[in-house]
């Protein structure tokens, strides 16, 4: 549905989702993205089922007709410093890569960073490898938004699980518990 309305949101960015609002789709999202949600302004958040297999964004984008530049991806870096592990997540647009060593290690204070290997990603945030996502991640992670994802009118993220997406606001993102929005974290 194309230009599907949730709330007081017009998604323009659908494609051929069929847009539903989150908080009314729980089995939709993985278990921390529902308790986080109960937090958030719910009522801008909107939630598409699609095939698992076609969670990957160049698929996603290229079967649903959503657009990449609207895209963001969530990913989970791991810094190490003196011996000390730090987990974090950040956000960038699809288009974009995070610049783990360069920007993101200065901003977590590590000496090495990192993408964390995918069964820890897994382990430690609760949702699925392929859907993770900033809504519902662990409180003690910090969460660093690039400011071109913040600007986003919307956006389309994961939900937790492979088997759906949300489309968000990037205000609603950089409003996140934990959030930092830093200028120039992607490339």
Known sequence: MNGANIGSVTWTIAGSLTVLPAADHPELLADPVVKALADLDASRIGVAEIDPGLADTAAFCEHYGSSLSASANCVVVLGKRGGEERLAACLVLATTRADVNGVLRKQMDVRKASFAPMDRAVSDSGMAYGGIT????????????DAAVAAAPELVIGSGIRGSKLLVPGDLMAALPGATVVEGLAR
């Open 134 to 145: 900033p809504i519902g991640l662990p409180a003690e992670w910090p969460l660093y938004i």
